[in-house]
Nanobody, 132 residues
Framework: QVQLVESGGGLVQAGGSLRLSCATS?????????????MAWFRQGPGYAREFIAG???????????DSVKGRFTISRASAKNTEYTLYLQMNSLKSEDTALYYC?????????????????WGQGIQVTVSP
């Protein structure tokens, strides 16, 4: 089983920055460690459906961003042991429309982009609120 635990959310003023972290540990159902997982961040704003915003290929060789965050957000991961690493989302120039519940997600051998139905593991979500 794989565990995803987000941290780093909170309240920030518009124009400010936050960095989300997702501690990833365990072994995927294929018997591999977390090294075989493509990772992504999704978010769900009030009254909106959950949406993909940023992802990183399972080999770490490419990233993909939704247009709404391109140039402001950066996804990365810390290289670590086969059974654990940390995924990050650096969020700069935050806007009030970035207010949402942010989720870390993983897909076995995932590309840099994948949809909700492709997700194998979800984090519990963490709130980010951007005040005007």
């Amino acid at each position: 089983q794989v565990q995803l635990v987000e941290s780093g959310g909170g309240l920030v003023q518009a124009g400010g920055s936050l960095r989300l972290s997702c501690a990833t540990s365990g072994r995927a159902f294929s018997g591999l460690g977390v090294a075989g997982l493509g990772m992504a961040w999704f978010r769900q704003g009030p009254g909106y459906a959950r949406e993909f915003i940023a992802g990183i290929h399972w080999k770490g060789e490419s990233t993909h961003y939704d247009d709404s965050v391109k140039g402001r957000f950066t996804i990365s991961r810390a290289s670590a042991k086969n059974t654990e690493y940390t995924l990050y989302l650096q969020m700069n120039s935050l806007k009030s429309e970035d207010t949402a519940l942010y989720y870390c997600a993983a897909r076995l051998f995932g590309d840099a982009y994948f949809t909700q139905k492709d997700v194998n593991y979800w984090g519990q979500g963490i709130q980010v609120t951007v005040s005007p």
